[in-house]
């Protein structure tokens, strides 16, 4: 996490201030929450009713216990003030114009593997994911947003696979000759995470549909894409021409 502290107040002050404006004006508020609320699960896969296991003064708490304080707040604006709130718990999430060097596993693996470098898994890559594609989590959160269904909902691919594999995956995808370097595993990473997405089938009849293989391939066109603009347009920012007063010259 790059600046905890900011990521601390956003998530607190920040969905304080939108509650308070949503109240203001009647609107209907979508919080963007995350499967960081089941923090490293002891129940899988996870779905709505699980509570969490977070640890409150980890290195991930910031981020972790910041969206958890959002929900709160979300469902006491609505008991208390008849705010309407929607909550989606976002699983973890790709696709074209992602943030190139977030350091997130998908970013870093496409970027390693397009580059020649060795791709960094944190542990022994046995930890699992479930990634989806954007496309998919927008329909998720219209459907969200469209339907009466204030309580939170998972919207996640329930496609699980380990790091390593997923490295693999990407290496292969990207036809790159990449050594895979083992580091050390990060601080309270969570070991599985798998969303059960039965309540968004049946209640917004929403399920992903993009495969993990074609979403990463548009991935890693896109990513591909922006290395080539990157090593063939370099920026050099160009002085704004200088505003000159009528009738005046200026001496410097
Ligand atoms: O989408 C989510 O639910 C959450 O996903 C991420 O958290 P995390 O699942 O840990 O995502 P990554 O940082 O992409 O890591 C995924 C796994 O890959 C591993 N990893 C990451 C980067 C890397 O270079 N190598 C590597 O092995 C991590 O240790 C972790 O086990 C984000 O940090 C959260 O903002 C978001 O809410």
């Known amino acids: 996490m790059y600046n905890p502290i900011k990521t601390l107040k956003t998530n607190t002050i920040g969905t304080l201030n939108m509650l308070g404006l949503a109240k203001r004006v009647g609107a209907r508020l979508l919080l963007a929450s995350t499967s960081e609320v089941y923090g490293d699960p002891e129940v899988h896969p996870q779905s709505e009713d699980y509570w969490g296991h977070v640890n409150p003064i980890g290195p991930?708490?910031?981020?972790?216990?910041?969206?958890?304080?959002?929900?709160?707040?979300?469902?006491?604006?609505?008991?208390?003030?008849?705010?309407?709130?929607?909550?989606?718990?976002?699983?973890?999430?790709?696709?074209?114009?992602?943030?190139?060097?977030?350091?997130r596993v998908v970013s870093n693996f496409i970027l390693q593997a397009l580059q020649g470098e060795p791709l960094t898994v944190y542990g022994s890559g046995s930890q699992t994911r479930a990634f989806q594609y954007v496309s998919d989590l927008?329909?998720?959160?219209?459907?969200?947003?469209?339907?009466?269904?204030?309580?939170?909902?998972?919207?996640?691919?329930?496609?699980?696979?380990?790091?390593?594999?997923?490295?693999?995956?990407?290496?292969?995808?990207?036809?790159?000759?990449?050594?895979?370097?083992?580091?050390?595993?990060a601080q309270d990473d969570p070991q599985k995470r798998k969303p059960d997405i039965r309540k968004a089938k049946m209640m917004l009849a929403w399920e992903p549909v993009v495969p993990l293989e074609e979403g990463l391939n548009k991935a890693i066109h896109y990513f591909r894409k922006e290395l080539e603009y990157q090593a063939n347009n370099q920026y050099i920012p160009k002085p704004k021409p200088a505003r000159i007063k009528k009738g005046r010259t200026r001496h410097n």
């Open 60 to 103: 991930r708490a910031c981020y972790d216990e910041g969206k958890r304080v959002a929900e709160t707040m979300c469902y006491a604006y609505m008991k208390q003030e008849g705010v309407e709130v929607r909550v989606a718990r976002i699983f973890n999430t790709f696709g074209p114009r992602m943030h190139m060097n977030d350091g």
């Open 138 to 185: 927008v329909n998720g959160l219209v459907a969200l947003m469209n339907s009466n269904v204030s309580s939170p909902v998972n919207l996640g691919n329930p496609e699980e696979h380990t790091i390593l594999e997923f490295a693999q995956l990407i290496k292969n995808l990207v036809g790159s000759g990449s050594e895979i370097q083992f580091l050390s595993e």
